[in-house]
């Protein structure tokens, strides 16, 4: 957001100073010039009109809200705009620690995001409300004899459904209630949500019904104790236990998932009339291997619309599917896992089933027009998930990303490197998503003193099409992004998409980067090909720098500075010297530069990871790395996986081109993954959740690359390397993931930096592990050469003969001592290795002062000389 110049005065007083001020503001909200004035009278007047209008709902069982319009008119199209207010604006560093310390943050974020649940039914029940007699076996008595007269009103004879869910029933009661005895018609038993817990006890009572057709022991202590195997080997008729059905299922599970049988109308058979009547069967989630026989064609020759989501489906092949399901001549909609039982493709599927109309609610001619493999409008919401020992500060964290916002400030001179992320209000966090939105919504900084320092940020709110009263009023989470941009890849942070079908992309993201390797783990020693550029008169060479450690320390009779870039020999700059660069400072070829061509290919982290794969494939000293902007789908596909597998899960998100750990997050939650890539293009890399640590606390070593030439490749190390502390103890604690000084190492640009000597830290890493540094050292050294060889063998048009580059590359250990590449670094800040002498623990093991760091890089670098480096 960037601010035109204000008026003279500052202050806005008229419409006309507002839009003068605000003009690039209102043209990137997109909000429609007819609303500017109407916006401009209510963000004067701080008019929240939108309680007025609108009415928030509970649903989904009270763990979201929704927005309807409550108004007694009609609203039509861009005919009004509504301010939104921001309930709590923060930087993510920030979050856990207002949430902590703010009076009544986390109370009102727990309420709006629907996290206190169980802390109001508390508050409910300790009012008095409900709770005085559930669980009292004359409470559940009254409720077992009201059936049993409902029940003799229709006759004796008549089939009994029983409802007894989370009553507080437990194993006493269930033998007191005597249930056989009451009902000797009982056709299903509901006991969901109950405290039964001895497996003997509950198969006495059952037992004495062999005839029931379905029964729920859901969400009881019992369950998982091996109870199971008894009801199944117990009942003989049981179609339908625990939701799911049973090798036994027939007409009589089919037709209660038809609503046909149920608590309205029990039964203990179906006639076939009744069958051939039914048009919509949900089969979803019934953990159905094979399909019961009576789902063909001639005894369901009138079923239109069929749901068989979330089945295995195991024991039949997608083809006989197909062929069964075409056998239905009046079937016109199907809802089915893609990937799933039916394969891998929408298009497959309608192309054997070209009678269908819909396809998991998507128009079959549209998926056709559109080639979509992958489709679904009936996507289930993801709702937050927490204990009820978990803090209500705790809760918000990990519901949060399902209801932020973001922006960046910005002025005419720069933008802020980390971005502002809000929740709007309850009326407007009470938006949910719609692909086919009524309102749009757009971030906006309302700056009525016309500087951005005094700015108000609000969210504004306006209709894109007309709206009913009582109408749910939604938005697109997505606005704008298609499927260029991973749409429905990135849904998933909102919603549960098919996990199968990402794990799929994947296993095919694995074998693709399997099949890679241009380089060979075989070494071949290139025979050098730089020399001294020093000129033959013995004249200095001269040096333009932007640098003041090289300015300093750069002391070398060879060499000589220069404020003329033009009259240079040597460009060492920490600015990219692109063509536009040359053009402007009068820079000529033949003159060298402390960077190579198409160097991004290394310094650019998302870059970094796919020149490793094109060369090696998935080494191990590379952690897995997914560029977001290309690999969302295979990311969320392994992270289903070790989700499911119950593996580590933390991962750590990385802008492609940001340092010292700017926009960096630590995280375990997917939704906070994908929403990340909203502040900028960003790599997520599996987190090295342990690694070794010295005294307790993290660290990371930065190593330095002389590069003198790329093909053939000749690079050196300097003996100078130096290990970069955290200043706090290790810990994997949610909680502790906002805590920078735990879980990042670059220190010197916060003020608390605790250097350490690197012969020191040596001496004492060893005594702690009891291990040789040397060896850890040569497989350093090892895996720095890989990397550089990925470049050389990936990008060969790197190479140029007036290019001499230093690079910083920062390793980390893992809990074997193995070492991983974390990222390399243009024009490394070398101050530490400057103002700091130290001994080489390799090579020459001389003391290396300070001073002379840059004179030994110049050295190395242009004068073809080795002191105090080594070639890798």
């Known amino acids: ?204 009572e059952i037992r004495k019904r062999p005839q029931l057709k379905a029964l729920w022991l859901n969400d009881n202590p019992v369950v998982g104790k091996g109870i199971d195997k008894a009801v199944l080997d117990g009942l003989s008729e049981l179609e339908i236990y625990n939701s799911h059905f049973t090798s036994k299922a027939g007409e009589w599970a089919l037709s209660f998932c038809a609503d046909i049988v149920g608590a309205d109308n029990p039964c203990s058979s179906v006639e076939s009339t009744l069958l051939e009547s039914i048009v919509t069967i949900d089969l979803s989630d019934r953990c159905i291997h094979k399909l019961p026989e009576v789902l063909s064609p001639s005894k369901l020759p009138s079923l239109s619309k069929l749901n068989i989501r979330g089945n295995p489906l195991d024991q039949i092949s997608g083809d006989n599917l197909l062929k069964l399901f075409s056998g239905f001549t009046q079937l016109q909609e199907l809802e089915v896992d893609i990937p799933g039982p039916l394969g891998n493709s929408a298009i497959s599927i309608l192309e054997a089933l070209p009678n269908l109309c819909l396809l998991n609610g998507v128009n079959s001619s549209s998926i056709m027009e559109t080639g979509k493999h992958i489709v679904d409008s009936a996507l289930q919401p993801r709702l937050p998930e927490w204990s009820p020992e978990e803090p209500l500060a705790e809760r918000v964290i990990g519901a949060m990303w399902l209801y932020l916002m973001t922006y960046r400030l910005a002025d005419e001179e720069k933008i802020d490197e980390t971005p502002v992320w809000y929740v709007m209000d309850e009326l407007g966090s009470a938006m949910r998503h719609s692909d086919n939105a009524n309102f749009r919504i757009a971030p906006f900084l309302f700056m009525p003193e016309g500087k951005l320092a005094t700015a108000i940020s609000y969210t504004i709110l306006w209709p894109t099409h007309d709206v009913q009263t009582g109408e749910e009023c939604t938005r697109d989470f997505l606005f704008g992004i298609g499927e260029e941009k991973q749409r429905s890849a990135r849904l998933t942070a909102w919603f549960r998409t098919p996990e199968n079908y990402f794990i799929q992309e994947f296993r095919k993201y694995q074998e693709q980067l399997q099949s890679n390797s241009i380089c060979s783990s075989t070494k071949t020693k290139e025979t050098p090909s730089t020399k001294s550029i020093r000129p033959s008169d013995g004249r200095a060479l001269r040096v333009y720098t932007d640098i003041p450690h090289v300015e300093e320390f750069l002391t070398r009779p060879e060499f000589v500075l220069t404020i003329d870039p033009k009259e240079a020999d040597i460009i060492w700059v920490s600015m990219q010297v692109d063509s536009e660069v040359k053009n402007a400072l009068g820079l000529t070829d033949q003159q060298y530069t402390n960077q190579f061509p198409f160097e991004a290919c290394l310094v650019m982290k998302h870059n970094l990871a796919e020149t490793i794969h094109k060369a090696w494939g998935s080494p191990e000293w590379l952690q897995p790395t997914y560029n977001l902007e290309t690999h969302l789908s295979p990311l969320i596909g392994d992270y289903c996986t070790r989700k499911r597998d119950g593996i580590d899960n933390l991962w750590i998100v990385k802008p492609w081109n940001m340092a010292r750990t700017i926009d960096t997050t630590v995280t375990g939650d997917l939704s906070a993954i994908i929403r990340l890539m909203e502040t900028g293009p960003k790599i997520c890399q599996k987190y090295i959740e342990r690694p070794v640590l010295f005294q307790g606390r993290k660290f990371d070593l930065r190593y330095i690359v002389l590069v003198r030439s790329i093909r053939p490749l000749e690079i050196f190390l300097s003996d100078v390397f130096w290990v970069r502390l955290a200043n706090n103890q290790y810990t994997l604690e949610k909680t502790s993931f906002f805590e920078y000084e735990t879980h990042f190492t670059v220190m010197n640009y916060i003020g608390r930096m605790n250097h350490m000597n690197t012969p020191e830290f040596v001496k004492e890493f060893e005594k702690e592990h009891q291990v040789k540094w040397l060896e850890i050292h040569e497989s350093i050294r090892s895996m720095i050469r890989c990397v550089f060889e990925s470049a050389a063998a990936v990008h060969p048009e790197m190479q140029n003969p007036f290019s001499r580059a230093m690079y910083g590359v920062d390793v980390m250990l893992d809990s074997r001592f193995k070492p991983k590449i974390l990222e390399v670094t243009y024009c490394p800040d070398c101050g530490r290795a400057c103002k700091y002498d130290t001994q080489a623990l390799v090579g020459s093991k001389n003391t290396i002062k300070g001073t002379d760091f840059f004179n030994t890089v110049f050295g190395c670098l242009f004068l073809g000389e080795q002191t105090n480096v080594s070639p890798l």
């Open 1 to 204: 957001m960037s601010p035109a110049a204000a008026a003279s005065d500052g202050r806005i007083r008229s419409y006309e100073d507002f839009a003068r001020v605000h003009a690039y503001l209102l043209a990137a909200s997109g909000i429609p010039p007819s609303l500017h004035e109407r916006l401009y009278r209510k963000l004067a007047d701080e008019v929240f009109d939108g309680g007025e209008v609108f009415a928030v709902e509970p649903c989904e069982e009270g763990r979201q809200r929704r927005l309807v319009l409550a108004a007694e008119e009609p609203l039509g199209r861009e005919s009004d705009v509504f301010l939104v207010d921001h309930a709590w604006s923060f930087r993510l560093s920030d979050a856990f620690k207002q949430l902590r310390e703010v009076p009544g943050l986390a109370e009102r974020m727990a309420a709006l995001m629907c996290v206190d649940l169980d802390r109001r039914i508390e508050t409910e029940e300790s009012d008095g409300h409900d709770g005085d007699r559930s669980g009292s076996l004359e409470h559940v008595l009254q409720i077992v004899e009201k059936e049993k007269a409902r029940i003799q009103e229709t006759g004796s004879d008549s089939a009994a459904w029983i409802e007894l869910e989370e009553l507080g029933i437990d194993d006493d009661m269930l033998v007191a209630l005597d249930l056989s005895a009451k009902f000797p018609n009982m056709v299903a038993l509901n006991l969901w949500g109950n405290k039964l817990q001895d497996t003997e006890t509950v198969m006495q």
